[in-house]
């Protein structure tokens, strides 16, 4: 269990592996007959998702680096004959499947994500990562198995839908390096057309998540997300994720005799301080901001007067205007606070992913089928945070809904989070993930005829 975290009563999971009363609440709403369809699909299925899941877990691939992961990948695409297109944005894919022909003509899109993090692992699981210091921590395996196992399902039951379903299979989600310089992963795809012929009426995804915060509860709530659960928002999802360094130059002096030269530090420093103000005493308190300095690097020996100082960092904020306010306040503090030290300074701010907006209308449709699919109370809703997400890329062509899938299981002591070394997933999620991405596809295909 994590330390402080607090507890919060659970509602009963509907653990895809009790499976009547899975079916039970299936057969309550429409959509019944195919669901138990695709239910029973999904059980044959399951032990070539886990295996699916642990041969990806095991050979996880950084940010543009997906090589392998998207030959395996397309193989399969390839194997249950969809149209396949390789090679977009270096190692995305994108894949078409047609239903039968007739009632809808429109195409609806699933987003999965590939790539891991350069992170060590801490498991003695047999699928543990074989690719030293490299893991999928943040569940992309998962992402990517899920897509696949909604592919073959779909694939198994071409009749039981019309319309197109283009799936995106997409590399660089966790981002580059800040001196990286070209476009990567959704906003590259999107830049190579992956959102055109066909362009989707809507676009959805999902990311695991081992705990949540509930709407409503007090922000230091944190609650385990099941496996056989799904969490959401409507609105925004996550922030506009952008990253700055800051350099500020001085003069170099001998440190016994400072009026001989501008100090960097010093400089630098009060910046540093006043940067923080831009969150407490300037913008709007209603407005959602963080600004943190994550790095600072200057002088070169105890005794000289530091000429630079480097920091770098990132700004969090949801509304696009309320960002290009926040940087012309960083502008002026630099500008202000250099010119009263005879310092000068260059900033260098770099505009990352836009902030997720999951379409409100599209969430109030989605959420039936949610619900159907895990019950009802096993859908929840979630407090959105400032994560950064290239989904928004895709929900800025198409509307988007992103969703959380419960990967925890409490019992089993599956609790580790996303982006630690003792990330791991309770497999029945894999269940949970495919019934209800392939539901959501199908009932929106239906729904737009
Ligand atoms: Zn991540
Ligand atoms: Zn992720």
Redesign the pocket.
Known sequence: MLSGMKRFPLPTPARLAVLPLWLALAHAASGSERDDAFARTIDELFPKLVETRRHLHANPELSNEEENSATYVTKRLTELGLEVQTGVAKHGIVALLKGKAGASEHCVALRADMDA?PITQLSSKPYRSRNPGVMHA?GHDVHTTVALGVAEVLRNHQDQFSGTVKFLFQPAE?GMPIDFKDDWGAKQMVAEGAMENPRPAAIFALHCRPTITPKGADLATKRYLEAGQFSYTSGYDSANSDTFEVVIKGTMAHGSAPQRGVDAITVAAEAITALQTIRSRRTDTQQPLVLTIGTIRGGQRHNILADEVRFTGTVRTYDEAFRDSVRKMMTQILDGITAAHGATHILDYRTGYPSVYNDPKLVEATLPTLRRIAGQANVIESIPGMGGEDFSHFAKVSPGFYFRLGVANEANGILGE??TPAFDVDEQCLKTGVAGMAAVICDFLDAVR
Do not use: W
């Open positions: 993090l943040c966790e996303i982006h």
